[in-house]
């Protein structure tokens, strides 16, 4: 790009161009790019230009399609419409389970030294749902028989260190175990990559270079012990399709540890350590475990207890993984035929569960999976389907909205082959194939355009409610009641004439409205469950009474479900109403919104009686001296000290959160007003110092600069804008501004 520009500006007479290429913002990466230039490699070009016009046909193609036929909708993608497919299609396997009951058995058993060991039955995944009446049958036979250790086996077992991290191992490492999102992950990231203190963190290769296995090797020979350096070095290489474009994240020197790091955020640091563990780790030998497995046969069951003593930590000693299995504990000594006694029999009845809701980490890892999108671009899909409010992230777990599963059906139905997993991964790998010059971008674009182009035109020349009524019968059960006879039951309840059916509006986006309007004024959710929720609560629901004995309400209003209770009116303010010649009705009730993520089922009289106590002290910052207060706003829970606000990540927190944890929240809080609607903070305008942040609009994602909003172009990525850019987009919009002022003059 910046030698095309060079060329229209006619500066490259006679000059020759080279490419420059480092990894790390180093002295000598920088230094060694410049002394060893290469040619520009116009395969990579071609492959970057294929992506971005394969990006476009399909945005600029579908989008205007979807400004008609699904007002609402902003927006498809070629691969964010595929990554909201995986969450529409989760959340339709949720939807649909019908949980089974089951009976899980355990036995605690007591050695001759009172040591209590537990054992389970053991349960192949292949075997049948334990039932109660055998549940019951085997409970007996504990309790009946004497009990003895009938086998023991012990095997030795190795774990082998993890490669270094690419993108999206960096991501999802990220996520479970500091609770950042993917985005937050590559934000702090970027920030060390331009400090100098990490590799370019956008890739998809597990390669090291050999200086960097040295430096890794030499910091384990002068800090730890011989015994954990390996013989060899470890050598690592990615999947088939990685582009290898650039080495792994890892720590530019490795004697610089997290705790020599200064001058950095605590986020920052925290991030560094991670990589820093995973990059000297992978250079160690494997961590050594003797596996124990006892036994306890009773006629055709088998309980066993499971165990593993650590022979050699390895590379455990600096990653701080637990190679611990769930089911694994720490036993005594144990001989086989060795008598033991019974401590408890424990048997519980429980249900199936769904498959799981992705949180942002296990999306990245189905995504990487499927061999669709690449891991630098993941990050953005994620923004792209939030800010266009496709998703919630609710309790760190993606719900599809509304809108979201209207669209993703649209797709399905009517760009069938454009949503398809393989058809994806496949394009992926064509675009691979440029790079390395087996297919020339031309002919990928070629064959792509034609079946799509006809796709397009046809789906174009369907009405509107032509498109409802195919997506009627797409989401099916989803969205409609089955009736005794298990056919989908769309007759109108109100009206008992009209039929039930989809429809859309600009501003509410999807809902369901009776055929008979405008007789018939029926409207519900799409969803069922929001749908049984507006029905459960058309009649206030008495929860219990409060400390002051006043009743709490739950009830249903325009807004969604909310307590109310009654106040007592301070007397000072009653003299006020006196003189106001308005009286405010109801001015005795207080009125305190459910927040997302807490189903109404779940609104017990605890619960309650907490929320209506917000907002609430939790205790005294130590170091300010100031109350920290917790509270529910309009973007969700929150915590509140002196000029620092910091967001409450899950709906449960809410409920327990203590005051230790409420000062971390605080410490690595920024100063100012909280906004759950900032996607990212660009810092401050270089020429009045005011600060310009990118924000989440009902219309998309726009910038934000004093009393000035600015649109952000559809093919812009929210978060990777940079200052530059924003502040010709605010310039554009200053410029409209004016226009607009001398046209109503």
């Not at 990118?694 to 009393?707: D, L, V």
């Amino acid at each position: 790009h910046v030698k095309e520009y060079l060329n229209e500006k006619k500066l490259l007479k006679d000059k020759e161009i080279e490419r420059v290429v480092f990894n790390e913002i180093t002295k000598k990466a920088v230094t060694h790019g410049i002394e060893n230039p290469r040619q520009i490699e116009q395969m990579l070009v071609d492959a970057y230009m294929a992506r971005r016009a394969l990006d476009y046909l399909v945005g600029f193609n579908i989008s205007p399609i979807l400004w008609t036929k699904l007002p609402g909708s902003k927006s498809a993608g070629r691969v964010q419409s595929v990554a909201l497919r995986l969450l529409c299609e989760r959340e339709k396997l949720i939807s649909q389970f019908q949980p089974e009951e089951f009976w899980e058995i355990s036995a605690t058993l007591k050695d001759f030294n009172h040591e209590e060991i537990l054992f389970k039955l053991n349960r192949k995944k292949s075997d049948p749902l334990l039932k109660e009446d055998e549940a019951k049958k085997i409970e007996e036979l504990v309790n009946s028989s004497s009990l003895e250790i009938s086998e023991i086996t012990k095997k030795p077992t190795t774990v082998k260190p993890r490669a270094p991290f690419i993108t999206s191992t960096l991501q999802q490492a990220a996520s479970s175990k500091l609770g950042f999102g993917v985005s937050r992950t590559m934000r702090v990231a970027q920030k060390l990559y331009e400090a100098g203190r990490i590799t370019y963190m956008r890739t998809d290769a597990p390669s090291l270079s050999n200086d960097s296995i040295e430096d890794a090797r030499q910091f384990i020979k002068d800090t730890l012990a011989d015994e954990y350096l390996t013989e060899k070095p470890r050598i690592y290489s990615g999947k088939e399709n990685a582009q290898e474009a650039h080495e792994a994240i890892r720590p530019t020197s490795a004697s610089l540890t997290s705790e020599k790091l200064t001058g950095h955020s605590e986020e920052e640091v925290k991030l560094y350590d991670l990589i820093w563990r995973q990059f000297i780790a992978c250079q160690m030998p494997d961590a050594k475990y003797l596996s124990i497995n006892a036994k306890v046969v009773l006629d055709d069951y088998v309980f066993s207890a499971r165990g593993r003593e650590v022979i050699f930590d390895g590379y455990t000693k600096i990653s701080k993984q637990n190679a611990k299995k769930a089911d694994e504990e720490n036993l005594p000594s144990l001989e086989e035929g060795q008598a033991l006694k019974l401590a408890e029999v424990k048997n519980e009845k429980k249900f199936t569960k769904p498959p799981a809701r992705f949180s942002e980490a296990a999306l990245v890892k189905e995504l990487e999976s499927k061999g669709i999108g690449r891991p630098s671009t993941y990050a953005s899909i994620i923004t792209v389907l939030s800010t266009r409010n496709y998703v919630e992230l609710l309790n760190k777990r993606f719900h599809p909205t509304d809108r979201g599963k209207l669209l993703s059906a649209f797709l399905e139905k009517l760009f069938t082959k454009y949503v398809d997993y393989n058809f994806t991964a496949d394009l992926e790998n064509q675009l691979d194939e440029i790079t390395s010059g087996k297919v020339e971008w031309i002919k990928v674009l070629d064959g792509f355009w034609k079946d799509f182009y006809s796709n397009v035109g046809q789906v174009k020349e369907k009405r509107t409610r032509e498109v409802l009524d195919l997506l009627n019968d797409s989401l099916g059960d989803l969205v409609f009641e089955r009736d005794d006879n298990d056919i989908i039951d769309r007759k109108c309840k109100v009206c008992d004439k009209g039929e039930l059916s989809l429809k859309n509006s600009f501003r509410g986006g999807a809902f369901i409205g009776c055929s008979n309007y405008p007789e018939c004024k029926f409207t519900r959710p799409l969803s069922k469950s929001k749908a049984s929720q507006q029905v459960n609560l058309s009649e206030p629901k008495l929860i219990g009474q409060n400390d002051l004995g006043k009743d709490i309400f739950l009830k249903n209003g325009r807004f969604g479900p909310y307590l109310q209770f009654e106040i007592d009116v301070d007397p000072s303010r009653e003299n006020k109403k006196r003189r106001s010649k308005k009286k405010k009705e109801n001015e005795n009730l207080k009125n305190v919104s459910i927040p997302k993520g807490l189903p109404i089922e779940n609104v017990d009289l605890e619960k309650a009686k907490y929320l209506c106590s917000l907002p609430k002290v939790l205790g005294k910052h130590p170091d300010i001296n100031e109350d920290i207060t917790i509270n529910i706003g309009r973007f969700g829970p929150y915590l509140k000290c002196s000029n620092k606000s910091a967001r409450i990540e899950t709906v449960d927190e809410l409920f327990t959160i203590g005051l230790n944890r409420a000062i971390t929240l605080i410490s690595e809080a920024k100063p100012g007003r909280m906004s759950s609607s900032e996607i990212k903070s660009l810092g401050d305008h270089p020429e009045d110092k005011k600060p310009v942040r990118i924000m989440k609009g009902q219309y998309g994602p726009y910038i934000k600069y004093k009393s000035l909003n600015a649109t952000i172009p559809e093919d812009k990525d929210p978060t990777e804008l940079t200052m530059e850019e924003a502040m010709i987009l605010i310039e554009k919009r200053k410029e409209y501004d004016k226009t607009k002022k001398k046209r109503r003059k």
